[in-house]
């Protein structure tokens, strides 16, 4: 059964161990609720008692007193116990679900991050996981804790008098039944409901992630046009919704409330008929009232799981994707890095590269080169297994990387890539995350290689500025920098440059080509860049052009040979004359 409930409500283990706890307390506080209408009772017995017996009704009155503060005290204790279960217990899962999810984000492959919508993937690990954490703490446990208390009950009141049981009753199939029956039509609304929030939401961030091209574009009025668009449709699904669900739930409340009609009735005529004790009348009276209370909460909770349904199916399918494992104990002699038939496709039947086979030196500089949409970062990326291939095998030291663990793996590796990222934090941190634990020497030391020192100290507050969200307040040549002084401070055997040095002037060029060179000796580098000029030192030189090796050798043989390589050395050549105008 937990492990049915884990699948059923993607919760942990002990998740959902927790849930079968919650819901055992739940239906103990449901029948508990029992406990005063029991009370009631025996001091009426009691009064009607000393009206038929001329005794006084102050007899025996600490007795009733003593007896109604045993009841508060055991739903006092009750209660506690079902608070602790429900909401401690629920809000330790929701956070576990949180790390499980980032956790296992971290494990996945980008393939994962590649098809997914990122602000779909931000609304699930915030949205969802509250609306998970209202249901776990509010709905699920006594919805199921509800429908055991009724049916147990249901069964005393049978066991007491038939026909009062079904009096009092009767109600409840028909208030369910309605409930359950508009499963499909809530289901419908909401799930249009929650995916034009979904839409809305993409929307805005799309928006804030391309305003400068929106305003560069004059597309402002489009923009805001197909927003509204989006808003309208989510407030009118909003409304449909929660009509939907409002008119189904407080119908079937408002009949569980004609129970109490034909209890009285019911009670009234069997006690005319003398068939029905006055004491049991006044028990079933109570009885009903006390449990309409909890089941209407349950006609509101049941309509509550129905919206659940996405947002757990999209929770799982996130939790179950496969993750990226391997061995974490890797320390290889040597770092040579070997591409042995590589193929590989961003989506099935697409491929990007097709029997790639080369072998990049420990102690060489290979370079990677040829037209643009070949596939050089695809295979810089795999060589780090950013993501895993679709076939042959890619090998760091002769072990083949998708049987190390992807965190070990990159401990050997130092990345520039052309799309630099940056923290919002300190230029220091910024540098320090190449290696976690730096002195403040040896950052300032790599940035000074990277030539990044000269413009950090013109900054407001030096190296302890803060920088804009990934480095905005920065230029494109000096993100990149402080990203090759990241690299440099890590110092890892493997070093994966992509058009490391594209952003830098000419002058700034050739003073990181000069640092680079110093820091890159006896590394493992694969280089990607675009100038021919860049790549004429390599030792080795790989071509690619449309997913496949087109050529492969030293500059010199390369040139010797003609082909792709000449053309594109020539080409760069001649641009070099071209001037504007
Ligand atoms: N994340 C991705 N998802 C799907 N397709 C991708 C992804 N990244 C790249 N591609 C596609 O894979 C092919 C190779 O891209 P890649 O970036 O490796 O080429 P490249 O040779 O580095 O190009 P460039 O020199 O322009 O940077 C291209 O057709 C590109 O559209």
């Known amino acids: 059964m937990i492990k049915k409930l884990q699948h059923i409500f993607a919760l942990s283990e002990k998740g959902a161990r927790d849930l079968v706890k919650a819901v055992i ?42 007896f109604a503060l045993v009841v508060l ?33 971290r494990r996945l492959p980008l393939s994962f991050f590649g098809n997914r919508d990122l602000s779909d993937l931000t609304s699930t690990m915030i949205a969802d996981c509250s609306s998970l954490d209202q249901m776990f703490s509010h709905y699920v446990p006594q919805l199921f804790a509800s429908v055991g208390s009724t049916l147990v009950i249901g069964v005393c009141m049978f066991a007491c008098d038939w026909r009062m049981a079904l009096a009092v009753l009767w109600v409840v199939p028909v208030a369910v039944a309605l409930t359950a029956g508009s499963k499909k039509i809530q289901d419908a609304f ?22 400068r091209d929106i305003k560069a574009c004059h597309r402002q009025e489009r923009y805001l046009d197909g927003l509204e668009a989006k808003l309208a449709a989510m407030e009118g699904s909003s409304i ?57 909460v349950v006609l509101q909770n049941i309509a509550a799981t129905f919206n659940t349904k996405l947002q757990i199916e999209r929770m799982r399918s996130i939790l179950e994707q496969p993750v990226q494992t391997g061995t974490e104990d890797f320390r290889p002699n040597r770092y040579d890095i070997t591409f042995d038939h590589v193929s590989f496709a961003y989506r099935e039947g697409a ?10 030196r420990q102690g060489e500089v290979t370079a990677l080169i040829g037209p643009s949409g070949g596939g050089k970062s695809t295979a810089c990326k795999l060589a780090a297994r950013f993501w895993d291939v679709t076939g042959g095998k890619v090998s760091l030291g002769g072990t083949d990387v998708s049987t190390v663990d992807p965190e070990a793996l990159l401990r050997s590796y130092s990345m520039v890539f052309q799309d630099v ?33 000269e413009f950090i100290r013109k900054l407001p507050q030096g190296y302890q500025t803060v920088i804009g969200e990934n480095g905005s307040t920065l230029s494109g040549g000096e993100r990149q920098r402080i990203s090759i002084a990241r690299a440099l401070l890590k110092d890892a055997p493997v070093v994966l440059l992509d058009e490391a040095t594209a952003s830098l002037d000419v ?13 890159l000796q006896g590394k493992t580098v694969l280089v990607i860049a675009h100038r021919m000029r860049t790549v004429a030192g390599a030792d080795h030189i790989v ?20 082909g792709l390589y000449r053309r594109m050395v020539e080409l760069q050549s001649e641009n070099a004359q071209w001037r504007l105008g």
Not at 95 to 103: K, Q
Not at 351 to 360: N, Q, R, Y
Not at 543 to 562: K, S
Request: with cysteine; aromatic share 10%; glycine share 10%.
């Open 25 to 66: 307390w739940c239906f103990v506080c449901n029948l508990a609720l029992m406990f005063p209408v029991g009370a009631v009772l025996f001091t009426v017995q009691h009064l009607l008692g000393c009206l038929e017996g001329g005794g006084s009704p102050m007899d025996g009155f600490w007795i009733y007193v003593g």
């Open 73 to 105: 005290i055991l739903l006092f204790v009750l209660h506690w116990f079902q608070y602790a279960s429900l909401y401690i217990a629920t809000y330790r899962e929701s956070a576990n679900r949180r790390v499980s999810l980032a956790e296992t984000l």
């Open 190 to 211: 909401g799930t249009k409901n929650i995916l034009n929030k979904r839409a809305v939401a993409d929307c805005i961030q799309e928006g804030l992630e391309t305003i």
């Open 240 to 296: 449909r919704s929660e009509l939907a669900t409002g008119v189904f739930v407080c119908s079937a409340q408002a009949f569980l409330r004609l129970g109490l009609a034909t209890t009285v009735l019911t009670g009234g005529a069997l006690l005319l008929a003398g068939e029905l004790p006055f004491l049991y009348f006044l028990g079933f009276l109570f009885a009903a009232t006390r449990l309409y209370d909890p089941l209407g």
């Open 351 to 360: 491929g990007v590269l097709e029997d790639v086979s080369f072998t990049a």
């Open 421 to 453: 990222v940056l923290f919002r934090d300190t230029v220091m941190e910024n540098i320090r995350l190449g290696r976690r634990g730096a002195t403040d020497e040896e950052v300032l030391e790599a940035a000074k290689a990277a030539q990044c020192d």
């Open 507 to 519: 002058e700034n060029e050739s003073a990181v080509q000069t640092a680079l060179s110093r820091l």
């Open 543 to 562: 071509v690619l052009e449309n997913g496949h090796v087109a050529q492969q050798g030293t500059p010199a043989e390369l040139m010797e040979q003609g």
